[in-house]
Each structure stands twice: as structure tokens, then as C-alpha cells.
């Protein structure tokens, strides 16, 4: 049998100490159930992103004895997690025989009234550090401490040092919907979703008219839609909302110039200009083929700038003040990136290049900034006006009696050269980035070529990048949706010039995101769904479940030795739907457009023959659960392509035997689509994220109609039944 753990010789090797000190895995089970150790010059280059030397046996043992010190020296830990309703402490490093004391000042400024209760430690040996002994002691934090992000404040001796304490939820609590039943919601890609009114891409206006319809039309209580983080200032646009240049911001090419309070302020001249820049775009809203976003943008950022130059009531400016003031530093960040990016090109890595060559400090970036005060301001208005936007579909959502809105989706990470990388490159690895090991779909493994937060960095500053991330969606979305969720407890980091072969997982503390997660959500009432597809370490499962968090359950993953699991078998706590955006629409799928587009973009690992037969197969094992679980009507199966529509249909029936919280029907199943949105492995290979939203002919679905759909309206029933 061969060996699954480390002997006891590796473990108690120096470069194996300190990996597993600092949460570098040295070994992992994989998708296939293969056990693998991993090579020490992945362990050195991983440490050195961390920022922690590793390259000799000298520099190995330093770096335990920093680490060691580190954390013994100082007094608490810089985050301290506490659950709310609780009693729980928090260890103390105190020399022996002297009492610490403390004190906790709340998240609105106040102190805490109550007593704080001093304990023993956790009876570790004491250890010596400056001829000094030092033993722990306890905090004990109250059971009655607010939900919030609080200070502790410990004083040993002469000594005080500060630590946020972030006092979470247990769990985020179920909608009283939820609770003994369920609610469902549309999947839709907002780009692709136009109206008489778009330019050419859909935006947030429609997203709001599609909120409202979707409640009036079908009852639905959600939609789902593709991630909205900030992209890049001009063009060319990033297609993949998955690789944003901010999660911090929402991006403001979806904006509609028209619903801006200040379009009414336009003289004719400057309407008439506005008119003019949309006729030139407003034919890519019958384009059935392509989105083309690089036009829109043109276009439409031209109009954003004599919006942007007709002024602001005094209400409104001081509104706008007001969101600056709030936002400080972060949206400095932004509006400067986008600024030198504007001026001086997009950023490219390369040696020369701004982003590589200066830093927010740097005399040119200042002297920028100076240089052009209007456009640096129009980065932060655009951003302002975006937000309200998103913020404005949101709340008619609700007004319309949705009663979670949007479910925004958050990608795992950044873009390397991108506007958070460039002004806080301390919050990030430095040398790695992140993707996925191999497996049986990716059999070389997945580089996503994001760079990964820094979990020292995070614990140092309280998880403030990821506090303020979570909020920001929160203020504007009833739900989140957490692409990757596997990310919060570890990550697959690839080093600088490896391939994803030769990479390992670095540890986070879940608990604490999972606690942030909690408390965000219950301050709005929210969801959130993590998105936990593939294999899932048991304990994964287990501590989203006990968080209260949902994952999801794709009908055409329930898939268990050959055969495709009931429906009524399916875990409660998920999101179900009948596929994803890395899948063709059901009629695609069906049709084995999946087969067809692997061999045309050649990303078959073997014979075509094989993965043909293989996808014959679970499309057998499809309909047997169908036919076997009363959903379909077996005589229909004689003529599949005559019985396509009942099919589908039979689908989304199958989910309302399911006991998940959630339910989502796709926009592109409900029109007839065949086209996937997204070809993993691909990058111009295939339109990804550039498919407008089209019926089973290629012909365009404008928002206009969508409701009245009668496919979708039949679907609405089933979901409604």
C-alpha cells in the first residue's frame, strides 16, 4: 500500500518545520485520491512569497526562530475572532507571575461596560525569550459583546498592544423563506442582456428594469448575475469578469449615461452630442454574434465626460463630496491607476513600464495627479455614479418585492497588474500566483495568473481588505455569491516561472472570513452561497454548513459512480441549478456542443472517440435518472431532438424535488440558447464572456421581450409549481 502521511524522517526536517508553521502545505491528496509530497524548491519559492527566507539551512533555521519570536513577544494576536452569544478567550503572552488586564472599545467608539474576566493559559511550558520567562494567560471575551468589529486592548505591565476584534454571527441565519421552503431566482450575464436603450452592452439600468420584471413576470426573488468589479479606464476591456482590476470598486462601463441626474442639466448642443455617440453604437444591440465591448466604451465614455464637465446641483456635489470623503485611500487608488493608465498606457509588467517603474509615491505619479485634476476626478465620479446605479437596480428589487435582489458574484481574485496590486502590493504575494492542481479535467493543472492575498498581511491588519471588500458588495446586493470558496480555507499558489504542477496550498484562516461573511450578511439581512464545485475537503463542508453558508449543487455534477444522484438526495444547504457558465445551456449540452467545441479548439487530452463516448454515456445516465425519478416521460426519448424543449423542461423539474434553500433557472436555458458563455482553457480561442443572449436561431433576445419569452415563461411556472 502506498504511503498517504510524511514519515516521521521529513517531518522532522527544518524546511518542513517551517512551512507547516506558516500554513505552506508540504504534502496533499488530489482529485484522483493521489498522494503527493511536495519538492523542496516549491516550499523555498512559496516561503519566499511570504516574504520569509528559505533558500539555506541557516536562513531555515533564522526564519523558525523569527517566526517563534514573533508570536511569542507579542502580547495577543493582531485579529481576534470572538462569536457572538458566546464565552470564549483569547491567550495573552505574560511573564510569569504578572496579571494582564483589559479593556475592549466598540466598533461606534464606546467602551464596553462590562467586566472582562482574567484566566489561566492554556498550561503550555514557559518558554525564556530576553532572560525573561513567559507563560500565557487568558481574556475572557463576554457572551454579550455586540456583533462588530471592536479593539482589544491588553496592558502587561508597561506594555499595551492593540488587536481588532471581529465579534461574528455563529451563523448567518436562513430568510424565514428559506427556513421550510425554499426561493429561486434567475442566472443571467448582465453584458449580454440588452434593451432599445443599451449601448450595445447591458448595463445597470438594465439590470434594474430586469430586477423589476423578473419579480412582475415570474415571481422570481433573485438574479444571479456575472461579477461587476472594476475593469480597466479605456479600452481594450478585459472580457472575463473574473479577472477584475479591483474587488474593492464596481466597474463603470455599465453605466447608462441617461439615468444620470445630470443628463437633464445638457444644453442641446451637448444632447445632441450625447445622441450622436449612442446611434453610433446602437446597432450592436441586434448583434446576435459578438459583444463588443471596446466600442460601447468609446462611445459611451465620451458621452460620461460632457455629463461629467455639465456640473452638479449643490445637493448633488456635496453628495459626491461626501462618497469621496467615505471612501479615502481606496478610491484614490483607483481614480490614480486609471489615470496613469490613461496617460501613460496600459500597464504591461515589462521593464520601463509605469506600473513597474512607479509607485503611488513616486514625484511623476504625484505630478500626474496635479497635472490633471478633472480626469482624476472623473475616475471618482464615474465610480460614484456607478455605485448609485447599482445601488439604485438594487433597491427597486426590493421596492418590487424581491426579496433577496441581486446576488452579486465575487471572483477569488485580482489581476497582477492591476489597480490593487499597484497601490497596496504589500496586501499581496510577491512571486506566486494562484489556480488549481491537477486534476481529471485539467490534467496540467489551472494558473489563474492572480496574485493571492497574503494571509500574514491579512491577520496584521485586522482582514481589512477583506472587511471592506465583503461590505461593499453587501451595501449593494441581497446575496454573494463566493466563486471558489476553497480559497477562504487554502489556495493553490504556483511560483514565479513553475507550472501548475509544481505548486502546493497555502492555509487561511476560514473562520475568520467565514465570521466577516456572518457578520455582513446579517447586518443586511443577506445570503451567501459559496461556490464549493469539484472535490471539497470534508472539513470544508462541514464548516460552511455550520456557518450557515450555501454551496452549490449543479444537477449535471450529481454524478456518483456512473449515475446521477436524485434530486430529493441532495443536500439542503445549496444554490441548484441545472448547469453553469462554464457549460453550454442545456439544448447546447444536450446536442454535445461540449464534445464539439473541445475537438474544434483542440483541448482534448485524448481520442475524440473516447470523451465522445464518455459524454454519450452520461447523457444515458441523464435520462435514466429522469425517466426512473418520474420527471420524463421514457417514449419521449425516441426522438430527442423532437422532445429537446420537454427535456429541459424535465430538468427543472427535477430541481423542485430538491430540498436546496435556493434554486436558479439560466436566462440562456429559458430562451433557447446553445452557446456557452465561457470555454475554460481558452482565451481568444473562443468568445468567452462576449456571447449576446440569443434563441435557439441566433436571433436576438432583447430585454423588452424577455419576460414575455413563452419558453421562459414556461420554465417560471415550473420554478413557481
Known amino acids: ?33 493521489d498522494y503527493h509530497e511536495i519538492k523542496d524548491d516549491v516550499l523555498v519559492a512559496v516561503l519566499a512569497a511570504l516574504g520569509i527566507a528559505a533558500s539555506t539551512d541557516e536562513a531555515i ?68 525569550i530576553n532572560d525573561e520567562f513567559i507563560a500565557t494567560a487568558s481574556v475572557n471575551l463576554p457572551e454579550d459583546l455586540p456583533v462588530g468589529y471592536h479593539t482589544l486592548h491588553v496592558t502587561v505591565g508597561k506594555r499595551t498592544q492593540d488587536a481588532v476584534l471581529i465579534s461574528a454571527p455563529e451563523r448567518v441565519p436562513l430568510l424565514d423563506e428559506m427556513k421550510s421552503g425554499h426561493l429561486w431566482g434567475w442566472m443571467a450575464q448582465l453584458y449580454s442582456i440588452r434593451s432599445a436603450g443599451s449601448w ?22 433573485f438574479i444571479l448575475v456575472n461579477p461587476l468589479h472594476a475593469g480597466e479606464p479605456v479600452s ?8 477584475p482590476v479591483s474587488r474593492r470598486f464596481v466597474n463603470f462601463t455599465y453605466i447608462r449615461p441617461e439615468s444620470i441626474e445630470e443628463f437633464g442639466l445638457l444644453g442641446d448642443e451637448q444632447a445632441a452630442q450625447v445622441d450622436e ?16 465591448r471596446d466600442a460601447m466604451w468609446r462611445a459611451k465614455m465620451g458621452a460620461l465626460w460632457l455629463i461629467f464637465k455639465a456640473g452638479r446641483s449643490q445637493e448633488r456635489q456635496a ?49 500626474l495627479r496635479e497635472q490633471y485634476p478633472d480626469t482624476l476626478d472623473f475616475y471618482r465620479w464615474m465610480e460614484w455614479v456607478a455605485v448609485d446605479q447599482l445601488e439604485d437596480a438594487q433597491r427597486a428589487a426590493r421596492d418590487a418585492g424581491m426579496r433577496i435582489g441581486v446576488m452579486s458574484d465575487m471572483a477569488v481574485g485580482v489581476h497582477p497588474l492591476g489597480a490593487d496590486v499597484w497601490w497596496y502590493p504589500e496586501r499581496f504575494a510577491k512571486g506566486a500566483t494562484v489556480g488549481a492542481p491537477p486534476d481529471m479535467f485539467n490534467q496540467q493543472g489551472q494558473d489563474w495568473s492572480q496574485p493571492p492575498l497574503s494571509p500574514i498581511d491579512l491577520e496584521r491588519t485586522g482582514y481589512r481588505t477583506y472587511r ?53 450578511a446579517s447586518r443586511v439581512d443577506g445570503v ?53 457558465h462554464d457549460l453550454p445551456p442545456v439544448a447546447g449540452y444536450l446536442e454535445y456542443e461540449h464534445v464539439k467545441l473541445r475537438e474544434q479548439l483542440g483541448l482534448l487530452t485524448g481520442p475524440k472517440e473516447d470523451f465522445e463516448k464518455s459524454a454519450q454515456a452520461e447523457h444515458r445516465a441523464m435520462m435514466q435518472m429522469l425517466v426512473e425519478n418520474g420527471y420524463l416521460d421514457e417514449s419521449l426519448l425516441t426522438d430527442e431532438q423532437a422532445n429537446e424543449w420537454k427535456i429541459i423542461q424535465a430538468m427543472y423539474r427535477a430541481l423542485q424535488d430538491s430540498p436546496c434553500k435556493l434554486l436558479a433557472a439560466s436566462i440562456t436555458d429559458a430562451v433557447g440558447e446553445k452557446r456557452a458563455q465561457n470555454q475554460p482553457g481558452t482565451n481568444n480561442e473562443y468568445p468567452n464572456w462576449r456571447i449576446p443572449l440569443a434563441d435557439e436561431h441566433l436571433n436576438v433576445v432583447p430585454l423588452e421581450e424577455l419576460f414575455d419569452n413563452s419558453k421562459l415563461q414556461q420554465l417560471a411556472a415550473i420554478m413557481n409549481d
Open 277 to 292: 455617440l449612442r446611434s453610433q453604437v446602437e446597432p450592436l444591440n441586434g448583434d446576435s454574434q459578438l459583444i463588443d
Open 468 to 520: 471592506e471588500m465583503v461590505h461593499g458588495m453587501f451595501a449593494k446586493a441581497g446575496a454573494v455569491r463566493i466563486d471558489h470558496i476553497l480559497g477562504l480555507f487554502r489556495l493553490w499558489w504556483i511560483p514565479a516561472g513553475k507550472s501548475a504542477t509544481d505548486g502546493t496550498y497555502v492555509h487561511y484562516d476560514a473562520n475568520i472570513m467565514l465570521g466577516i461573511l456572518a457578520l455582513e
Open 528 to 580: 451567501v452561497v459559496g461556490e464549493d464545485l469539484g472535490v471539497v475537503p470534508e472539513y470544508v463542508a462541514d464548516s460552511l454548513s455550520a456557518h450557515g453558508i450555501l454551496g452549490c449543487a449543479v444537477e449535471w455534477f450529481e454524478q456518483f459512480e456512473g449515475k446521477f444522484r436524485a434530486p430529493a438526495d441532495w443536500r439542503p444547504y445549496a444554490l441548484a441549478s441545472v448547469n453553469t
Open 319 to 367: 453628495a459626491f463630496d461626501e462618497y469621496k470623503a467615505g471612501q479615502g485611500d481606496e478610491l484614490e487608488a483607483y481614480a490614480t491607476w486609471c489615470l496613469c493608465y490613461d496617460k501613460w498606457g496600459a500597464p504591461t509588467g515589462e521593464d520601463g513600464n509605469w506600473e513597474k517603474t512607479y509607485t503611488k509615491d513616486s514625484p511623476e505619479v504625484k505630478a
Open 1 to 33: 500500500m502506498t504511503e498517504r502521511t510524511e514519515s516521521a524522517e521529513r517531518l522532522a526536517r527544518p524546511l518542513i518545520r517551517l512551512a507547516k508553521l506558516v500554513g505552506v502545505a508540504t504534502s496533499y491528496v488530489g482529485m484522483s485520491n
Open 236 to 243: 481594450p476591456l478585459t472580457p472575463s469578469p473574473y479577472l
Open 200 to 221: 450595445g452592452v447591458g448595463d445597470y439600468e438594465d439590470l434594474k428594469t430586469m430586477l423589476v420584471g423578473a419579480k412582475k413576470k415570474t415571481d422570481a426573488d
Open 61 to 128: 533555521d533564522e526564519s523558525i526562530k523569527r517566526v517563534l519570536d514573533e508570536r511569542r513577544t507579542r502580547l495577543v494576536p493582531p485579529t481576534v475572532l470572538h462569536i457572538a452569544g458566546k464565552s470564549d478567550s483569547v491567550l495573552v503572552n505574560t511573564p510569569i507571575l504578572t496579571v494582564p488586564s483589559a479593556s475592549i472599545t466598540l466598533e461606534n467608539g464606546e467602551e464596553y461596560a462590562g467586566k472582562i474576566e482574567i484566566g489561566a493559559g492554556d498550561g503550555s511550558q514557559a518558554y525564556v
